[in-house]
């Protein structure tokens, strides 16, 4: 059982910056691939970052050269740094967990809110 809880969201300009963290409760967060994505008002969910248990990343090309993915094994914890904020990143931002077994399920978090506006 993986349980996933976004923070960081809030308010800011364009150009501004936020930090986004995901706590994972369970064991083997360790060897478990994670993921932030974005669903925007009446858009499809998509990927915005992933970082493997081994640390590899993979970006959008949206947001690459603005947002860092990181994860703390030891905090269990993984965070997206968003710089230079634009419009078009507000969204809600989820977190996801993807376990090394293709026959588990995979895990959301409940989002958190991203608002960039003047």
């Known amino acids: 059982q993986v349980q996933l809880v976004e923070s960081g969201g809030g308010l800011v300009q364009p150009g501004g910056f936020l930090r986004l963290s995901c706590a994972a409760s369970g064991s083997i967060f360790s060897i478990m691939d994670m993921g932030w994505y974005r669903q925007a008002p009446g858009k499809q969910r998509v990927l915005v970052a992933r970082?493997?248990?081994?640390?590899?990343?993979n970006y959008a090309d949206s947001v690459k050269g603005r947002f860092t993915i990181s994860r703390d094994n030891a905090k269990n914890t993984v965070s997206l740094q968003m710089n230079s904020l634009k419009p078009e990143d507000t969204a809600v931002y989820y977190c996801n967990a993807v376990p090394p077994i293709t026959t588990m399920s995979t895990y959301w978090g409940q989002g958190t809110q991203v608002t960039v506006s003047s």
């Open positions: 970082i493997s248990s081994g640390g590899s990343t």
